[in-house]
Every structure is written in C-alpha cells, then in structure tokens.
C-alpha cells in the first residue's frame, strides 16, 4: 500500500534557489493538500486543491506555488527559497466529500533546510 | 476568521496519570477529528466526532465534543509511554480548508 508517496525526503538549498516538492497518491482521493510543521507548532495549510485543475490557498501560500494537472499528483514549488521556509512539508490527501470518519491520509514529510 | 487553539501546548507526566487537552475555537464545526504524530512521521487519525455533545472512546482515550460544536477534549486516562506525541484537532467547515490546532505536546515518563 503506497497511500501518500513524498519525495525527497531530506534536500538542503541555498537561499535564492527554486525546487519541487513531489507528492503523489494512489487512491484517486479528490483532496490533496501541503501543510508545513515548525517546531512548537502544527501543521499550516499552504495551498489545497479539491480536483485536478483546481487550486487554491491556505492560511500561509506566500512563497510558494501549486498545480494539480493530474489527480494522483499535488507538487508544491519554492520559486526563491529564504531561510523563514526550513520547515517540514507534509502532503495529504482525502476523498471528498468531507463526511463520517474519512481521514486525512498523510505523507512521511520532506525535512526542507534553507541556508 | 476562525480561531482554533489547542491548550496545554506541552505536557510531561509520570506514567499512570490522567490527563486532559482541550481544543477550542469561536467556530462552529460540522465534525472534528484528533490525530496522534510521533515523532519522524505524519498524523494519524484517531477519531471523529460529528454530534454536540457526542463522546467517543477508544481504548484509554475518551474524546468528547461541545454541545455548541466549537470545542472538543480528549481525556487520556492512566496515561502510559506509549501515548507520547502530537495531539492535533482538526475541525471540519463547510469550506475545502482542513485546519489543525497547534497541538499539544506529550511527554509520559516511565
């Protein structure tokens, strides 16, 4: 069972870089979603999107963009990467609609350093 | 703008103890759910709680939600190792945005 699949799991980058975060999941679940996690606190939803081709932003989206051209695949981009975004990445997914005991199915996390 | 807060933030009891973390917010929710996150790995679901004034338990855990649906608590009886993590609520809208508290911290000692 592969569920929520993300990758790297570990990736170090130096401020002003870009990169991808890659996610994917294998159980045509409509609802996938990007949180980050800092130490001391939750998770915080940085974009979601309900269905392929549709996006839209959470409670911290600056810096960061997101596309969903497939429903298997969510990926998360840092255009210019800055210190304030070393955090672990957390994608998830979710059938819609939302109702009984459905959960949030989660990925391993992506640890993101940015010097 | 919902205001969720999850308190305490940081717990550490001896083994055999109770305790209680509240989950708190001026929303109204249509269900809520509680995930556990040990360290190194993402949230798992433990429950959801859908009517005022529902109470579900599992196991040592017991979970209960608002009358009103804006709060919820989650009761650890005879807490033990093993329940060392991240306790998350997350209450769920008639919006698309999954939220999550910032959770509270345990820590049972042996």
């Known amino acids: 069972n592969a569920g929520v699949t993300q990758t790297p799991k570990f990736q170090v980058l130096k401020t002003g870089q870009s990169m991808t975060l890659q996610c994917a999941q294998d159980m045509n679940h409509e609802y996938m979603s990007w949180y980050r996690q800092d130490p001391g606190m939750g998770l915080r939803l940085i974009h979601y999107s309900v269905g392929a081709g549709i996006t839209d932003q959470g409670e911290v989206p600056n810096g960061y963009n997101v596309s969903r051209s497939t429903t298997e695949d969510f990926p998360l981009r840092l255009l210019s990467a800055a210190p304030s975004q070393t955090s672990v990445y957390f994608c998830a997914s979710s059938v819609l609609p939302f109702a009984g005991n459905q959960p949030q199915h989660f990925g391993d996390g992506t640890r993101l350093s940015i010097l | 703008t919902q205001l969720l807060e999850q308190s305490p933030q940081f717990l550490s009891i001896q083994e055999g103890e109770n305790l209680t973390v509240y989950c708190n917010s001026s929303?109204?929710?249509?269900?809520l759910q509680w995930y556990r996150q040990e360290p190194g790995e993402g949230p798992v679901l433990l429950v959801t709680?859908?009517?005022?004034?529902e109470v579900k338990k599992l196991k040592r855990l017991t979970f209960q939600f608002g009358d009103a649906r804006k709060d919820s608590s989650l009761h650890i009886t005879a807490a033990q190792p093993g329940d060392t993590g991240l306790y998350l609520c997350a209450p769920r809208g008639n919006t698309g945005k999954l939220i999550f508290g910032q959770g509270t911290t345990l820590q049972v000692k042996p």
């Open positions: 929303s109204v929710f249509s269900s």
């Open positions: 709680v859908v009517t005022g004034g």
